[in-house]
């Protein structure tokens, strides 16, 4: 099982990117998809996530600018980052609390590699 992230980058103060991220391999169900960040000298916080059944969930510095959205057919969950600050700045990295063919009847958390986000000022 693999989660491939893409869509950081460079954006200036007030900008917006839109994060995605892709699970697959042998996956039966997806209870939690979600997005991390580490910044510079610090600790991996989270950022968004969202549940099977849609509730969401986000840290207080990114409410009303961030909005997480997963697609269940396409075991995908993006990331629309409006307003950014350069505090945003960090790598993201997207998980996941999954039913797969490695943890069954369990359940495991995965983790992507991180993406790359540069908000300049």
């Known amino acids: 099982v693999q989660l491939q992230a893409c869509g950081g980058g460079l954006a200036q103060a007030g900008g917006s990117l839109r994060l995605s991220c892709a699970a697959c391999?042998?996956?039966?169900?997806?209870?939690?998809m979600g997005w991390y960040r580490q910044g510079p000298g610090k600790q991996r916080e989270l950022v968004a996530n969202i549940i099977s059944g849609g509730s969401t969930n986000y840290a207080d510095s990114v409410k009303g600018r961030f909005t997480i959205s997963r697609d269940n057919a396409k075991n995908t969950v993006y990331l629309q980052m409006n307003g950014l600050k350069p505090e945003d700045t960090a790598v993201y990295y997207c998980?996941?609390?999954?039913?797969?063919?490695?943890?069954?009847?369990?359940?495991?958390?995965?983790w992507g590699q991180g993406t790359q986000v540069t908000v300049s000022s």
């Open positions: 998980a996941m609390n999954a039913r797969t063919g490695d943890s069954w009847p369990g359940l495991n958390n995965y």
């Open positions: 391999g042998s996956i039966f169900s997806i209870n939690v």
